[in-house]
């Protein structure tokens, strides 16, 4: 273990070394090709403001803050809430040493002063390798959006699609820049609309439209969330917030906001607890650990090239997956090996979220050459 840390010390100082010689050449450098779409190793929108006796000190400490606050960032991303405190870098090494890049979004400066906003993309491996060396579970999994549906109970009356509905504007407001999940508004239309009404949705009535509204969104999941302003303890004005999602429709959890000077900040707060607990949840059903290393033998049908080409595009976008090997290709067949980080599970949800779904093949339709064990790759 000490001769691995070691090892990795060397290399993380080299990098660094490199790193920084661009930093005070006064050139940015680029920002690595991220391993999804999703940029699950990247942190953006780090906005710093720092006065010191020079610009250029305060530039050079304005940007050791900022790459500790995208660290920072990235670990709440990436880990449960409960492994933050685990995370404790080798002696000597900082969250530089993880670095694969950053970019100057925007830059102002004045001769003491120094404001910016950055983003930062660090590097997977060296992120993974670390959560080994820790011994840390971690997901890189990111999902397709849930559905957050905002419930306005006034005077008794569930609303949904009300153009006063407080829900919305304080939900648009939350920043999900970084997270691993997110979450989308309905867009309202007459066919959502006709769907499902607030009244059904808070009685838990006609779940089954809330499933095809999941549907009709392309949603993970459909997450309800109700505001009703009442008076709560010594007849002071409250809102109480409750949400509970359609995957778990008995687990309904519960805010009180009084209605005082704070409210603003505790509203926020309290939704964005909301964000935190799906995004939790989900971590859960993705975690994995450095070094599971499983490989899957798959087939996949294809009609023209093109078919073949829009798929493995997809199974590239996928972090996950760390190698992919044609092991042949007999129109209108391909067979594959797939190496990929976590379980069959995790693997096949990575895939879900690409269009690309495994379904397992029936040992009549096997080919004589595939293992026994062999699933198809279906594009939808």
Known sequence: MNKQITSLAKTLRTMTFCLFCLIASGLTPVVGQAQTVEDVFSIKNVQVDVTDRSAARART??????????????????????????????????????LLGFDVVEERNSTRRYIATLNY?????????????????????SGRPFLMLPVHIRAGLAEIWNPDNPLVGLLN??????????????TGSFQDQLT????????????????????????????????????????????????????????????IILKDELFVDRINQ???????????????????????YQQVFVEARFVTINDWVTMKEKMQKISLIQGLTVDEITYP????????????????????????????????????????????????
């Open 61 to 98: 400490l304005a940007l050791e803050q900022a790459v500790q606050t995208a660290f920072d960032r990235l670990m709440q991303k990436l880990l449960k809430p409960e492994d933050l405190s685990r995370v404790q870098l080798p002696s000597g090494l900082g969250p530089q040493n993880y």
């Open 196 to 255: 499902i009404e607030g009244q059904a949705v808070v009685q838990q009535q006609n779940l089954d439209r809330l499933t095809d509204l999941k549907t009709r969104h392309e949603a993970e999941d459909v997450v309800v969330v109700t505001y009703e302003e009442k008076l709560c303890e010594d007849y002071q004005a409250c809102v109480e917030l409750i949400h509970w999602r359609l995957s778990m429709p008995d687990n309904r959890q519960s805010h």
């Open 121 to 141: 993309s660090f590097n997977p491996s060296l992120i993974r390798e670390m959560f080994g060396l820790l011994d840390i579970p971690y997901s890189e999994i």
């Open 173 to 186: 407001n939350i920043d999900q820049t970084n997270n691993l999940i997110q979450f989308q508004l309905p």
């Open 270 to 292: 309290a939704l964005t607890e909301v964000q935190q607990d799906i995004e939790t949840g989900w971590k859960l059903n993705t975690m994995t650990r450095y070094g599971e």
């Open 333 to 380: 067949r391909i067979a594959l090996t797939i190496k990929h980080l976590g379980g069959l599970e995790q693997l096949r949800l990575s895939l879900s979220q690409q269009g690309l779904f495994l379904e397992e093949i029936d040992a009549l339709d096997l080919d004589p050459d595939m293992p026994a064990n062999s699933w198809r790759i279906v594009q939808r």
